[in-house]
Structures are given as C-alpha cells and as structure tokens.
C-alpha cells in the first residue's frame, strides 16, 4: 500500500542471511540493549554486562584498550595469589577467539595442581628432559612460558559480537579471581551468548554509519526462529521508542506507531521457553508503551488471531477494537472481560461474522459498527492469504 520511496522494508531470516536490522554501535553497546538480546537475568548478569560496558567505555579513548586488557587478564590469571581453575577454560575460549593456534595448543597442556592449589605445565626440552613449571604469584612460570608469547599477540579483526563474547569471558575471569562473582550465575550467560550469536549476527548489523529512516518500516520475522521472535519485537520497540521519549516536544508534535502483527506471538505469557523473570522483563516495555506512550506520541496496533494469550494488562489498556469473527471459548470470554462498549446484540454478532466484516468498538466510537472492510488488490494484499488447494491439485 505504501511505495518503495517511502518504506524501509527488512527480511530477517535466521536460517540464511537475508537483510538485517541496522543498529548503531552506541546503541549495541548499551546495557539494556545487550540484556535484551541476551536475556540477562535482573540481579546477577544484568550488573555483569554493565560493568563490562562501563569498563569499555571507561578506556575508550585508548584504540589497544581490548588487546592490552586480555595481555593483562592472561597475566592475571597465571599469577595471581589465589587462582581460580574455571579461568583456565574461559582463557582458553578466548584464545580460540582470536584465533591464536600456537598459543591454544600451550595451554591445552596447562593443567590445575590440586595439592598446591595453582596452574602448572609439563614441558620437553631438547634433551627429552621434563619440567614442570608452576604458575604463582611470583611469575617466574609465567616469564619462562607464556610472557614472550603473550606480549606478542595482535588482534584480529572482529565484529561487535565476537568483541561481546570475549569481554565477557575476560570480564568473567577477573570478578571470579576477585570474587565478584560465582562462576555458575553468569556461565549461563556465556551459554546464551554463544548459543544466540549465530543467529543474532544473521538479522541483526552493527554499524558506525548514519541509519536511513523512511517514513515506514516494516520488519518481517516470519523467517526468524522463536528465539529471536521474542527477543528481536523487545529491542526494536526500545530502538524507537526510547529516542523519541527524549527528543520529542510537550505536547507531542510528531508520532510514532508501531503495528504489531500476529501478536500472541510477541506479548504471549503461554511461553514456555522463558523463564518467569523474563517473561515479565519482555512484556514491561510494551506495558509501558500501551500505558505512557500516548503522552510521547507512542501508539501501539496490535492484531491477533488469538487475543487471549496476550498479556491482560495490555489488553486493558485497548482504547479501540476491530473484532473479526471469533469462535474460540477462551477468546469470547475476553471480550465480556475487557471490552465494556459492547452491546449484547454486537457480541451476539461476531461468531458468526463474514469474511472482512467486523464489529468496531471503542473510545472512538458512540456506538458499536458492524463494518465490511473492502479486498484489497491482489498487487497490494500481504502475503497471508489461504492456500488454494483446489489450484494446487490440479
């Protein structure tokens, strides 16, 4: 319905790469975006990615300030006072990261010395005699195997996402050595990151350049996987509203409506794949869109075949309805529920409505009206239409 001149139009799909949704690298790197795309827990991984944001932007100014964190967090970990066996796997991670062969096979041969309670390796000289190096406080171990090594080390080129997960796992190295942290609160944390990145990197670009804006913007998910299907609605809310809360005038003098469609897919509370604390995390913001966001000039549209499973304080906060037949037992209950502008001859009415006939209800309207929505052309239809088995089988 709306020309190419004036749409953006992205085609996200996580099985192969398609188009992606642009996000600026400030915005990437910022603690609640990251939450978002990582689901990060409220109390113990949430302060986790900030303290790695903070840490980052804190050195900013310093182009090495990656490289010489992780020559620093090697360092550390081999010759600390009291060393942690989970930072050896972590150190090890990174290492693979980066692409460092020589320097992962070395430490594949690291091993923890229980009876001392520190690192140590086993080397042949060119003699055939075995050494046992121990990696203390005193750093001799350290200078006679990993220092040169070490020092020398480049970074590769990496992306926004390789970047994260190493910050994470060097992050996570020095707040257990410190004791910051407990190793099992966060390893989930690292399990998701590295679970999520491939997916992650498919739909979504980091960029330092300008973002073209179009007047409208339509984001297909219809390719994504369930995962990314929650997470992506959450971030690309923030990614509009959030600006515009700050920017806009009192009163508002320019608007922003996001049309949500199929939308017990996004604001269901029926998933079984999140844990409660996120669940209630994803829906909070679209809560607070539907209750603040008309004060910014904020408007939510949503549309659903299944409007039961959306969260009930959304549904509340409704001001106007559009209903199209509905038959289903949980659905019907609703609308004597949410829907207080609704007469009994109206709601007798939509079981049995006809195709592109609905009941408009609401706010805006003095009273219930039965509506005929005219077909579209086929040019301008979305492609959701049934499929014609008749034409298939022929």
């Excluded at 020092?151 to 190295?173: G, M, V």
Aim: proline content about 5%; overall charge neutral.
């Amino acid at each position: 319905m709306v020309s190419n001149e004036f749409k953006c139009v992205y085609r996200l799909n996580t099985r192969t790469e398609e188009d992606k949704f642009p996000l600026s690298a400030s915005e990437f790197w910022d603690t609640e975006t990251l939450s978002i795309l990582f689901q990060a827990t409220q109390n113990t991984q949430k302060p986790f990615i900030n303290r790695i944001i903070t840490g980052r932007e804190r050195f900013s100014n310093n182009p090495d300030n990656l490289l010489n964190y992780i020559k620093k967090t090697y360092e550390l970990i081999f010759t600390c006072a009291q060393p942690k066996p989970d930072s050896l796997d972590l150190i090890r991670e990174v290492t693979k990261l980066m692409g460092l062969d020589d320097l992962y096979h070395q430490l594949k041969e690291v091993a923890w010395h229980t009876k001392h309670n520190c690192f140590y390796i086993n080397t042949t000289k060119t003699n055939n005699e075995s050494k046992n190096y121990y990696f203390n406080a005193e750093g001799n171990g350290y200078q006679s195997v990993f220092s040169s090594m070490i020092n020398s080390i480049t970074l590769p080129k990496i992306d926004a996402f390789e970047e994260f997960k190493i910050r994470c796992n060097i992050q996570l190295i020095c707040d257990l050595i410190y004791g910051y942290v407990q190793y099992e609160f966060i390893q989930p944390l690292l399990k998701r990151t590295e679970s999520s990145l491939n997916a992650l990197r498919k739909v979504i670009t980091i960029t330092e350049n300008q973002i073209i804006t179009k007047p409208v913007t339509v984001i297909s998910l219809r390719k994504c996987n369930p995962e990314i299907k929650k997470t992506l609605p959450l971030l690309v809310a923030k990614h509009y509203y959030h600006p515009h809360k700050d920017k806009v005038a009192n009163p508002p003098d320019t608007t922003i409506h996001l049309i949500i469609d199929e939308a017990h897919n996004i604001l269901s509370q029926q998933s079984s794949r999140e844990s409660e604390s996120w669940k209630d995390y994803r829906l909070e913001m679209f809560e607070e869109i539907i209750k603040e966001g008309r004060k910014f000039g904020v408007f939510l549209t949503l549309s659903s075949q299944r409007p039961a499973d959306i969260s009930p304080t959304i549904v509340s906060q409704i001001h106007n309805f559009f209903i199209h037949r509905l038959v289903n037992d949980r659905d019907l209950p609703l609308i004597d529920n949410t829907i207080s502008t609704l007469d009994n001859m109206s709601k007798s009415m939509i079981p049995n409505l006809a195709k592109g006939c609905c009941v408009a209800t609401g706010t805006s309207f003095n009273l219930p009206i039965v509506l005929q929505v005219d077909v579209l052309e086929s040019s301008k239809r979305p492609d959701s239409g049934d499929v014609d088995l008749e034409n298939i089988w022929k």
